[in-house]
């Protein structure tokens, strides 16, 4: 779990760290104000199976753009799976979507606004991604 | 003045027109209501900044500044100028001095004036811009923009926040605000905001600053928002006596009701609960919020509509209770932490390495994120755990476990009230309709 670098929003980080632990993954957190140096840091010291970028303060699409095509430079990280969702524009739902450009930056997946919590559970589901035991209801 | 304690007014020194602003409308009787607003056009920012100056209330203004500045981030900031890329805020640093100052000293005075809004834990460099423009006026606090908005570790914060205030204080008549009142926007219980918001204040007042405010942020209950905002005036009246100080309520900062009438009756709940209390001064929030930026029509809107509900509650008295027990727990964790140092700033720091404050669902690193809370059936904030602070939890029935969706429940738990209210009142009316001139 991280944010991107100008993003200092954290209530999309827990959510999503409660969520992902309810359906049985392992989580770190790396919080908000993730500058690319400390992502590309942590994802090499961490090894995930996914990393999950959230973002809501309308930088996602230009800073989480900038942060794939730095990660995607390294030789180690270009096959890791890297996903970003949230509120990713200033514009917000009325600007269409960002989608397209964030794939072919570097993402593996792209989900925008409010819909996307669903079709991320949905993503996470389907998945080949290792999940611990699932936790107890 | 019955419940209520008045605002200091032994302070000697002239104030600035910041305080001199709110001061006045307090003389009045009137309630000081402010936007946030921050463009990167500059064009935009002036119209913005005259459109809250002629707005049907007593009002200051906002220049809120983007979060490459905030992050000390200004070669994005001028790039993003240069390109015409969007910024959600307004890059001072990247301005630069004589921009700002051109954009604000024709507005200045007549009980008009402007606070820096920003976010930073090191804003130095955010100061030093505000201060070169001949602006007064600014806000934060070494924890309260630190752990929500930062990955600095508080011992740096507080150190750039010591600077920061030195800064300030080397300008006379120079305010700042404490943000500790409003950590993480929701879901932290209110004794905990007060003493935040009291801590900030001691730690400004050691550093030099005399003339000072302390924040709230409406949460989830009235009486108990009630409860926090005396105890805030009482502890402020306690710790700052001898400066200029007040109370500045925001009204409520998480999850905002989608519908219009939802968001409107949510606003002017926060205007009567600032009217019953004598809060000074009040941040607004728009029916824009749920959807979007809210434009300078929202704010204007919101600004009024708040002055209007305000000025309805005028001299009326709250209930007094202490149901809630708020000013107990506040002055326990205000003690506890001034007894750890007789320096503030090392006090704050080893309070949250000990974990005797904790805020709930707060990642820093430096938080011992121990504590929980819940909403009660009351609709009142309470602890769920509390990890080492020195008060007692009252532990959730039949919830030893938070889950994902329990969080989204409670994190739109206010949202969805107001909206549920509104529809009952038959006003369906999305906030992304066209409002109302």
């Known amino acids: ?137 | 003045m019955s419940a209520l304690t008045a605002a200091s007014t032994g302070s000697t020194a002239p104030l600035g027109p910041f305080a001199e602003a709110v001061a006045a409308a307090g003389r009045a009787g009137e309630l000081v209501v402010q936007p946030r607003m921050g463009f990167a056009d500059v064009p935009r920012m002036r119209q913005g900044l005259h459109a809250v100056k002629a707005a049907r209330a007593r009002t200051v203004g906002t220049l809120t500044i983007d979060s490459y500045t905030r992050v000390g981030d200004n070669e994005s900031a001028r790039r993003a100028l240069i390109e015409g890329t969007d910024l959600n805020g307004y890059p001072i640093v990247a301005h630069g001095p004589a921009t700002t100052r051109d954009l604000t000293s024709a507005l200045m005075g007549d009980g008009f004036a402007v606070q820096v809004r920003h976010g930073s834990a090191n804003p130095i460099g955010i100061i030093q811009a505000l201060l070169d423009a001949g602006l007064d006026a600014t806000e934060g606090g070494p924890i309260s923009y630190c752990l929500p908005y930062s990955r600095t570790p508080i011992r740096h914060s507080v150190e750039a926040w010591a600077r920061t205030c030195e800064l300030l204080a080397s300008r006379p008549g120079t305010h700042l605000e404490s943000f500790g009142g409003c950590m993480l926007g929701q879901l932290c219980p209110p004794g905990l905001l007060v003493a935040l918001s009291v801590l900030e204040g001691i730690f400004f007042k050691q550093y030099g600053l005399r003339s000072i405010s302390l924040s709230y942020a409406q949460q989830t209950h009235h009486v108990q928002d009630v409860e926090a905002l005396l105890a805030l005036r009482t502890l402020a009246g306690e710790h700052l006596a001898g400066l200029d100080w007040h109370v500045v309520l925001y009204t409520y900062m998480g999850v905002f009701p989608r519908t219009t009438g939802g968001a409107l009756g949510l606003l002017r709940d926060s205007a009567r609960l600032a009217a019953l209390t004598g809060t000074e001064r009040m941040i607004v929030k728009t029916p824009a919020e749920a959807h979007r930026i809210p434009t300078i029509e929202d704010n204007i809107h919101a600004l009024e509509e708040a002055s209007a509900a305000a000025a309805a509650y005028r001299g009326q008295s709250p209930v007094v209770s202490d149901e809630f027990g708020v000013l107990g727990e506040a002055r326990a964790l205000v003690e506890a932490v001034l007894e750890i140092h007789p320096d503030t700033g090392r006090a704050l720091t080893e309070a949250f390495r000990r974990g005797i404050l904790d805020v709930p669902y707060c990642l820093h690193a430096d938080n011992a994120q121990r504590s929980r809370s819940y909403i009660d059936g009351r609709g009142s904030l309470q602890w769920h755990t509390t990890g080492s602070m020195p008060i007692p939890a009252l532990l959730a029935p039949g919830r030893a476990q938070l889950r994902a969706d329990d969080l989204l429940g409670m994190l739109s738990y206010t949202q969805e009230s107001f909206d549920r209210a509104a529809l009952v009142a038959g006003d369906q009316r999305d906030g992304t309709a066209a409002l109302p001139a």
């Not at chain 1, 359906?23 to 961490?46: A, F, K, T, Y």
């Not at chain 1, 996602?60 to 996903?83: F, N, W």
């Open chain 1, 1 to 137: 779990m991280s944010s991107v670098s100008s993003d200092s929003h954290t209530w999309n980080l827990v959510f999503l760290q409660l969520l992902l632990e309810e359906m049985g993954h392992e989580v770190i957190n790396v919080g908000s104000c993730v500058p690319d140096e400390l992502l590309i840091e942590e994802c090499r010291r961490v090894q995930p199976d996914l990393v999950v970028v959230s973002s809501v303060n309308g930088h996602g699409a230009l800073d989480g753009a900038r942060a794939i095509r730095r990660l995607r430079e390294q030789q180690d990280l270009r096959d890791l799976r890297v996903v970003i969702g949230g509120k990713l524009g200033v514009r917000g739902a009325e600007a269409g979507t960002y989608g397209p450009e964030l794939m072919a930056a570097g993402f593996d997946a792209v989900f925008e606004d409010a819909a996307g919590v669903a079709e991320f559970r949905r993503y996470l589901a389907q998945s080949a991604i290792p999940a611990l035991e699932p936790s107890a209801a």
